[in-house]
């Protein structure tokens, strides 16, 4: 008998539920949504709202978009964005989650203390996610973005450096660049470093390690443009080499091999719990 378990820390962070919960409540009351960007990357979640009525819609339709309604979702937006909104009589429903609008604000306010002098400010993140895209927007694009140590080959050592991080990056990766600037920055300058990772969604790793390691077989969910999906998978193959990433239940065509008995389901920040169930289910079918 085959025993199939979903790990109960899986699923949606707080910033996604309030986004969906945001969208949810303005089509309940409104014939037009639109939402920029899709509102989580997963996108049987997105065709999900999307069947209820919610248009997702990039930048370049953004901006010759006028007297609608659009909603922002968790990653948050550079101030460009507000401004074109408030030129074309756009109302936003911003549903930025709470700890990358706190970091935006601190990332504006040691802009503002330092941009007048040689010093560097610096995002530990992914180039052209949407979140880092808005934290750079309050820099008036000057923040140089770091993905990795061999990335820092741009900064200038012999000035001040401010480190920032992306809210879902890796806490191992980001101490990795704190020392490496400790190492190779000049005696006299300053560098600070602000660890600024949600911990809702780093203490996922360590979790959903120990998840897959207790399992004989794991199936991880999520979509394929899921960072914090990508990241959280390897882990998952840290924990168990029998780890399978999917984004559809339907991607699940054979019997488990023999002598599986405990097979785990677990997912991202950003896979929604009735696919995960859905998962499970498709499992039982096909190993009755």
Known sequence: MIEVEI???????????????????????????????????????VERLEERGLQTIEHEEFSSLKNKKVLLRAHGEPPSTYLAAKENNITIIDATCPVVLRLQQRIHRCYEEIKDKESQLVIYGKKGHAEVNGLVGQTNGTAIVIEKAEDLDQLDFNHDIFLFSQTTKPLDGFLKIVAEIERRKAPQTVFKSYDTICRQVVNRVPNVKEFAANHDWVYFVAGKKSSNGKVLFEECRKGNPNTVFISDPEEITEPLPQGIRRVGVCGATSTPKWL?????????ELNP
């Not at 995960?276 to 039982?284: F, G, L």
């Open 7 to 45: 790990d109960k820390g899986s699923g949606f962070c707080f910033g996604v539920v309030n986004a969906i919960k945001s969208a949810e409540r303005e089509l309940n009351d409104s014939e037009s949504l639109y939402c920029l960007g899709d509102i989580v990357h997963n996108s049987l979640e």
């Open 276 to 284: 995960m169930e859905k998962v499970a289910n498709r499992i039982k």
